[in-house]
């Protein structure tokens, strides 16, 4: 068998570190050359990993050194490509995928896991941003530690305000947020098309939207005016037995929105004094709602103080604590969302034909 050929069977038959799936297909292995004693291999994926990208390419070099005695070079490049919206919904230029943080259920964690989600992202290599959709009660200001107002740059559009290098833009950001404010449906509609519309977002792979609880307006809004790529959605244990967790999906799947996965939150207890770990609300509700409901458990968090009290600080734990198991936790959920974007992208271009509509004709 041709050297080439042997080295392309084996990088297809990898498995993704921590994801438990097929690294590389035809489509992303870019280029095998042999040639005067020397291999090079060019691969392409379609999200940032870091360290498991790092080991795969480790794992590949002593594999292929199986193979051959030639020297080796592997090239491993990510590149984010741009979803598919709805149809009939206006994508943005400089947004590549929408992802949305809903839950059926209030304050069960999706402002925290959104901030924390986001800056995991980006620290795997993303550019990221966050609209906080949350008109009723905007959380990201106060979470990402920013209290000045957006400029406008061109009189036209907002510029985001950046945090830990997220670019944000949040209702917060423009009102008095000690006020209560009365919404009238139509008004938080277009309020919140504003918001996502009029920002000057810079070169997003992601754009993550924190979302109010419920099925309301807002959600009634995304589904019909803003391209979403796909849904998470966060629960607690307690959600999943009352199955508030359950109408969240059906919303989704009711729009043809992807849900790309369910992410536990407050899944343990650990106590801040002795570290002692406990089951408050039972064990493995998420796993058995991924079951049931046929869709991925992107992951679990312990219900931990710390979380809550970086984020008091304006400092997610994440971007506070390199080192902590939860930041190990955020950056798995991280890969696993971002490598089901791309799968998503990948079936969408393959089964839709570009339909472009002229409008003067
Ligand atoms: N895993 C956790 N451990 C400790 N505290 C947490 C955890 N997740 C969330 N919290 C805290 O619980 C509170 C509610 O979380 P958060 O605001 O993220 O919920 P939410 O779903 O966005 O709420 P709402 O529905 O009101 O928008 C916050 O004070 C947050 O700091
Ligand atoms: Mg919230």
Redo the contacts with the bound molecule.
């Keep these: 068998m041709e050297i080439e050929k042997e080295i392309k069977d084996y990088l297809k038959a990898l498995k993704f570190p921590i994801l438990n799936k097929q690294a590389f297909n035809e489509g992303n292995i870019k280029k095998i050359v042999c040639d005067g004693g020397h291999v090079q291999i060019d691969l392409q994926l379609g999200f940032y990993a870091k360290n498991p990208i790092a080991e795969l390419k480790n794992i590949i070099l002593k594999g292929i050194q199986e193979l051959t005695s030639h020297k080796i070079n592997i090239n491993i490049t990510t590149k984010v490509k741009s979803h598919k919206a709805q149809a009939g919904v206006q994508t943005l230029p400089n947004v590549k995928n929408i992802i949305a943080?809903a839950?059926g259920?209030?304050?069960?964690?999706?402002?925290?896991?959104?901030?924390n989600l986001a800056l995991a992202l980006s620290a795997e290599g993303a550019n990221v941003g966050i609209l906080d959709a949350?008109i009723y009660?905007p959380?990201q200001p106060k979470?990402l530690g920013i209290d000045q107002r957006p400029n406008s740059t061109d009189g036209k559009t907002m510029d985001p305000l950046v945090a830990h290098n997220i670019q944000v833009m949040s209702i917060g950001f423009l009102v008095d947020q000690e006020t209560p404010m009365v919404w009238r449906g139509p008004m938080v509609t277009s309020t919140l098309e504003q918001l996502l519309r009029e920002t000057k977002w810079s070169n997003l792979d992601y754009l993550l939207i924190?979302?109010?609880?419920?099925t309301g307006d807002i959600q009634l809004t995304l589904a019909q005016k803003i391209p979403v790529t796909g849904a998470i959605i966060?629960t607690?244990p307690q959600d999943i037995s009352l199955l508030d967790a359950r109408r969240g999906l059906k919303m989704f799947e009711k729009v043809n929105v992807p849900i790309l996965g369910i992410l536990e939150?407050?899944?343990l207890h650990v106590c801040s004094g002795c570290g002692h770990e406990e089951h408050i609300f039972g064990k493995d509700g998420g796993v058995r709602m991924s079951k049931d409901y046929n869709v991925d458990l992107l992951g679990s968090?312990?219900?931990?103080?710390?979380?809550?009290?970086d984020?008091?600080n304006g400092k997610p734990t994440v971007a506070n604590d390199m080192s902590s198991p939860?930041t190990k936790i955020f950056s798995e959920i991280a890969i696993k969302t971002a490598s089901k974007v791309a799968d998503i992208s990948e079936d969408h271009s393959a089964k839709f034909p570009k339909i472009v509509i002229d409008k003067n004709g």
């Design positions: 943080i839950s259920k209030g304050g069960v964690g999706k402002s925290t896991t959104t901030a949350d009660g959380s979470m924190d979302l109010p609880p419920g966060v607690t939150n407050m899944a968090l312990p219900l931990d103080i710390k979380i809550r009290k984020l008091d939860i």
